[in-house]
């Protein structure tokens, strides 16, 4: 190995000595989905920065969606996939496939996943001890729920006994039904609430917030909530990145330092964006 090459490395484990002083002993969320949760390589990637994270004291919690291996369930008993504004409609058999798929397949292979690597990883759900509670959202939607409260216990139990709390975002019905699928980004930003979390990170399989959709080189690296408004009125957040930054508003206005969109796409972007200098995603506060 060159000297530079080892004057690179040194530089940046020196370079992470304050970011994991700075989050020592504090809750940071975090939203696993899309690509990085499908390639292995990324898949990989997230998984050891999840345990290097953990391993220098911060407390990490994990809460992931799983459309892709819904849809993949559907389709292999026959059934079609159906959106409506943007949500999965989930009718009661559809309800079904998704308790089975994320509290148990994904979940659960994640947790696996985890601890094989040396982490010490709990799978949880948002029914177990009324972690999610939730109502209908819309009638549209089928049993798609709008979370009314949270209650962390069973998550800060985790975390205090050293694990990584891993949450497939399923919630309790309050109003009926038993259980109701749940938007994954709202839920990490619900739980981020909840726990009092520092920082909440949303992996998605885009840059970050751009002004320009096309150009990658137009990069929000910082906006405040203040400018969120504008940014609306201007086309520049829209579609399926409108409901990532509300959910980051949200949380940010409820007591989260800050939130971050940022590109699960690019392999250990979670060490990228919490140990070094070079934040590469967009951070709202």
Known sequence: ?????????????????????????????????????????????VISDLILLHLVGIRVV???????????????????????????????????????????KVNKNL???????GGRAVGLCGMDAGLFQARMLDEKYGLVGEITAVEPRVVVDSLENGYIPVVSTVAQGTDGPAAY????????AKLAVALGAEKLLLLTDVRGLLRDPADEG?????????QVPGLVKDGVIKGGMLPKVEC???????????????????????????LSDAGIGTMLL
């Not at 020592?24 to 390589?41: C, F, H, P, Q, R």
């Not at 943007?86 to 994320?102: A, C, F, I, S, W």
């Not at 969109?261 to 972007?269: E, F, K, Q, W």
């Open 248 to 274: 980051c508003v949200e949380a940010v206005r409820s007591g989260v330092k800050n939130a971050v969109i940022l590109d699960g796409r690019i392999p250990h972007s979670l060490l990228i964006e919490l």
């Open 111 to 117: 947790v696996a996943t985890l601890n094989q690597t």
């Open 1 to 45: 190995m060159s000297d530079s090459l080892v004057a690179q490395r040194a530089q940046v484990l020196a370079e992470a000595l304050p970011y994991i002083q700075k989050y020592y002993g504090k809750t940071v969320v975090v939203k696993y989905g899309g690509n990085a949760m499908i390639s292995d390589e990324l898949r990989r990637a």
């Open 62 to 104: 994990v809460v992931h969606g799983g459309g892709p291996e819904i849809t993949e369930m559907l389709r292999k008993i026959g059934k079609e996939s159906r959106f409506v504004d943007g949500l999965r409609h989930t009718d009661e058999e559809t309800m079904d496939v998704v308790q089975q798929v994320l509290c148990g």
């Open 181 to 188: 699928n749940i938007n994954a980004d709202t839920a990490a």
């Open 218 to 226: 137009t990069l929000l690296p910082e906006v405040r909530l203040s």
